[in-house]
């Protein structure tokens, strides 16, 4: 088991930046692919950017490449997304995920989900 607490969510303006962390308890850190999901109101939810357990592997949706960073600290136990240039289509609540699977990212596949941190980007 591992538990998962986001946090650094909150009201940006449009083209402003935010980092979202997320902390997480439990077993060996390293041994879980983390990813950082978000659903918009009305929406489905989708995998926003997704890190291997030692770093060396991310994969970033097609709308937030060039944009987010994802990376994570595994001495501190701490998955991050450095969000810059949002805009207010990344108005979301985001999720911070584990999995200790591994294949096609989608957000089907993550085992561990924390509580969500709202995002909200006013234009």
């Known amino acids: 088991q591992v538990q998962l607490v986001e946090s650094g969510g909150g009201l940006v303006q449009a083209g402003g930046s935010l980092r979202l962390s997320c902390a997480a308890s439990?077993?060996?850190?390293?041994?879980?692919?983390m990813g950082w999901l978000r659903q918009a109101p009305g929406k489905e939810r989708d995998v926003v950017a997704h890190i291997s357990g030692n770093g060396d592997y991310t994969y970033y949706a097609d709308s937030v490449k060039g944009r987010f960073a994802i990376s994570r600290d595994n001495a501190k136990n701490t998955v991050y997304l450095q969000m810059n240039s949002l805009k207010s289509e990344d108005t979301a609540v985001y999720y911070c995920?584990?999995?200790?699977?591994?294949?096609?990212?989608?957000?089907?596949?993550?085992?561990?989900w924390g509580q969500g941190t709202q995002v909200t980007v006013s234009s």
């Open positions: 995920t584990a999995r200790t699977t591994f294949g096609r990212i989608s957000p089907d596949g993550y085992n561990y």
């Open positions: 439990g077993r060996t850190f390293s041994n879980y692919e």
